[in-house]
């Protein structure tokens, strides 16, 4: 079976980009159009003019948008045919959509001389992808430019994954509810502290790390003013990234200047992000993507790629999983519907789907690391071969959204309830244990934290530390913190 569309594309012209998930054939079994779940295949009388400007028009036609693969293919097939092409059918819209991204991918006018007279196109197709609300015209083409952000940071998410609209808003919206609810009882403060503490501990344990006490508190004031920070920038993200670095040592005074790589417990390589060559144009284009006000995207679409699309260009040589669990407190803030001072535990929800989460890492960052030819040394990867910017710029960033879209929900809907249901549990323990007995405070306290966190039972390790106290006096505590917690 022959490729055709984009998978072609890959094959004849050698691009370094990762295939289609789904590769188009034209196979002679079929007489129609078929959709597999790893394959589409077409009949042998599908119209298609066997050129790499054929394949292009094709895959725009049937297969959407992949601009990685568009990106790298089109200074391989060059503007000669697109303008021949242009000038045979100057209405097309399929090659009017060609013709904008070569100028708008590339950045140089093709001049091919024709007049456009036919009807403005959508560059994305609405019902398929998610899309700017405010598109921009490109009137030489007849083009609407609805993509979610620039020629040099432009990921692209399937509306299919997307919750209904107005469902962020109702997430904050109950989130505020039980922030007003704590509000009510007296534990607000509290509450809002202990969701700032339980973030920064989880996004440091993701990175198996515990914070000495002033970088925690550091990393607490920091997601506190996530929402402060008007407009991001190297200069911005520099300062945080000197705040939660693990020592002096791992400081940076601007975006990295030279590779890095990630690897697995085994010591091979596992991830080699953004090549330095290029990485100053592509986080311009992401800074204009993060802090962009005026296009209209949906704020958990900005939010997963704008979040997840930091860690996979991995700007600095340390620090950037914290960042980028910090972009996604920025952007949410930034979107309006957080509740005033609120912090919503998206990492100390993750803490609880760690697998999940690095399968979402893996799904980008195993399939780009193929696209690289290097060899490995006892020091340092010797690069042989770089993909280019290109499969970095220009993801499917579905998985991420969707993922953002169920840690969220787990926050709202069961960390924060739970939050907020352990302290007033707390306090109903700590109310009960001294009226009944004269401990010292910090004595109850360290009692009510390790028998509420083993299921109503003080742990036989743990008795020592406590010789002092008869069980029958043990035993009552435990009873008393069962009963506080409903347990």
């Known amino acids: 079976m022959p490729k055709v569309g984009y998978a072609s594309l890959v094959e004849t012209l050698r691009l370094r980009v990762s295939p289609p ?24 009388g599908v119209a298609l003019a066997d050129t790499p400007l054929g394949h292009l028009e094709f895959a725009l036609r049937h297969e959407g948008i992949d601009l990685a693969i568009i990106a790298s293919a089109l200074p391989a097939i060059g503007a000669a045919p697109i303008v021949e092409r242009l000038r045979q059918s100057p209405n097309g819209e399929y090659i009017r959509r060609a013709a904008f991204l070569w100028e708008w991918l590339g950045g140089s006018a093709l001049d091919a001389g024709v007049s456009v007279a036919g009807s403005y196109v959508d560059l994305f197709d609405a019902g398929e992808y998610v899309v700017a609300d405010h598109s921009l015209r490109a009137p030489a083409w007849r083009v609407n430019n609805n993509a979610l952000g620039t020629a040099f940071f432009c990921p692209t998410v399937r509306r299919s994954v997307c919750p209904a609209p107005g469902w962020l808003d109702s997430m904050m919206a109950r989130a505020g509810e039980l922030a007003e609810s704590s509000r009510h009882s007296g534990l607000y403060d509290r509450a809002i502290q202990y969701l700032y503490l339980s973030e920064t501990r989880s996004s440091f344990a993701i990175e198996h790390e515990a914070p000495s006490a002033s970088k925690e508190e550091r990393f607490v004031q920091i997601l506190r003013r996530s929402g402060d920070v008007s407009v991001i920038s190297e200069d911005s993200l520099v300062a945080i990234q000197n705040a939660v670095v693990r020592d002096d040592f791992s400081r940076e005074a601007s975006y990295r200047t030279r590779q890095n790589w990630l690897e697995d417990r085994l010591g091979r390589i596992a991830f080699l992000p953004h090549p330095v060559h290029g990485l100053r144009e592509t986080m311009a284009g992401w800074e204009a993507f993060v802090n962009d006000r005026e296009r209209g995207i949906d704020p958990l679409v900005k939010a997963a790629c704008g979040a997840f699309g930091f860690v996979h260009l991995h700007p600095f040589m340390d620090g950037n999983g914290r960042l980028h669990r910090f972009m996604i407190h920025h952007l949410l803030a930034q979107s309006g519907l957080i509740p005033g001072g609120m912090v919503i535990p ?72 739970r939050e907020l249901a352990w302290l007033t549990g707390y306090d109903r323990a700590l109310e009960r244990i001294e009226a009944a007995f004269d401990l010292p405070a910090r004595d109850i306290g360290k009692l009510i934290r390790m028998i509420a966190g083993n299921n109503g039972q003080l742990a036989k390790g743990k008795r020592k530390q406590f010789a002092h106290l008869p069980d029958d006096v043990l035993e009552g505590i435990e009873a008393m913190v069962r009963e506080s917690f409903g347990e």
């Open 346 to 417: 998206v990492s100390a929800v993750i803490m609880k789907h760690i697998p999940e989460y690095r399968d979402v890492l893996d799904a980008f960052s195993a399939p780009v690391t193929r696209l690289w030819n290097y060899r490995r040394t006892d020091e340092e990867p010797v690069i042989i071969e770089a993909p280019g910017a290109a499969p970095y710029r220009f993801f499917d960033a579905s998985r991420e959204v969707a993922f953002l879209g169920r840690m969220i929900t787990e926050a709202v809907e069961q960390e924060i309830p």
């Open 21 to 44: 998930a789904r590769p188009a054939f034209v196979d002679t079994s079929v007489n129609r159009r078929v959709d597999t779940a790893d394959r589409i295949l077409f009949p042998t």
